[in-house]
């Protein structure tokens, strides 16, 4: 079982029943973000090329419909899961909404040649903050 209580948001703690599962996928290790207590699941597949859409009968909803062909290759994904209750959810999705909208944040070159990753990028830092990050570390 991917989650030790599929009922309980991981976010607020919250036990609800109807809790879901966002997956993210950024093709980057998101788990360099230490404050999120993300699930690493790997999904291999076949990719299959695009052949139209289809009508789902019930729903009455087109969607892409695919085509197996035997020369298709296989294809593997990093996903990280986090199982949430839907107010968490709709709290996600207004942090996307935000951070879309938003000014990108500049970059600051500070000069010191000191280089982090960050998030899934490399940024500059003093030497203060190295100092400071290496004695968290080290104790």
């Known amino acids: 079982m991917l ?7 991981q976010r607020c703690g ?9 997956w993210h996928a950024a093709m980057y290790q998101l788990d360099e973000s230490k404050k999120v207590p993300y699930v690493p699941v790997q999904v291999r597949g ?3 090329p695009q052949d139209g859409f289809e009508l789902l009968p ?5 969607v892409p419909k695919f ?4 020369t298709s290759p296989d294809w593997k994904n990093n996903f990280f899961l986090l199982r ?6 709709a709290d996600w999705i207004v942090a996307l909404q ?4 938003n000014e990108r944040t500049p ?7 000191i280089f982090v990753r960050e998030n899934g990028v490399n940024v500059e830092i003093t030497q203060e903050e190295w100092e400071a990050r290496y004695k968290e570390k080290n104790g």
């Open 3 to 9: 989650f030790e209580n599929p009922d309980l948001c």
């Open 14 to 22: 919250v036990e609800d029943p109807d809790c879901r599962t966002l």
């Open 46 to 48: 076949t990719v299959h």
């Open 58 to 62: 019930l729903l009455k909803h087109k």
């Open 67 to 70: 085509a197996e062909t035997p």
């Open 84 to 89: 949430v209750c839907k107010t968490c959810r």
């Open 98 to 101: 935000t951070w879309f909208v």
């Open 107 to 113: 970059r600051v070159t500070v000069g010191t040649g």
